[in-house]
Nanobody, 123 residues
Framework: QVQLVESGGGLVQAGGSLTLSCAAS????????VGWFRQAPGKEREFVAA????????YYADSVKGRFTISRDNAKNTVYLQMNSLKSEDTAVYYC????????????????WGQGTQVTVSS
């Protein structure tokens, strides 16, 4: 069992940066693949980024590639999402999720979810 808590969201101007954190409970967090997803009002949840258990593999949605960076510190049980050059279309609630099996971009295949953190980008 893993419990996830996101933090770091807020209001930022377009072109600015934010770093989201996903803090996990559980001694085996280093065994979990972690993904970031987001959901904007009136839209479906979409994949943002994912990282393998060891951090050696990462995947990004095309819409954030080159602007967002996912990383993890297993000693701190935390995964980060560094977001640069933010755009108004990045406004959404951001969720982190975890699963024990291989890395995937499909939200349906993640077993544990955080409560989300709001990111609002003003233009």
């Amino acid at each position: 069992q893993v419990q996830l808590v996101e933090s770091g969201g807020g209001l930022v101007q377009a072109g600015g940066s934010l770093t989201l954190s996903c803090a996990a409970s559980g001694r085996t967090f280093s065994s979990y693949v972690v993904g970031w997803f987001r959901q904007a009002p009136g839209k479906e949840r979409e994949f943002v980024a994912a990282i393998s258990w060891g951090g050696g593999r990462t995947y990004y949605a095309d819409s954030v590639k080159g602007r967002f960076t996912i990383s993890r510190d297993n000693a701190k049980n935390t995964v980060y999402l560094q977001m640069n050059s933010l755009k108004s279309e990045d406004t959404a609630v951001y969720y982190c999720a975890a699963r024990l099996s291989g890395i995937t971009t499909s939200g349906r295949e993640y077993d544990y979810w955080g409560q989300g953190t709001q990111v609002t980008v003003s233009s």
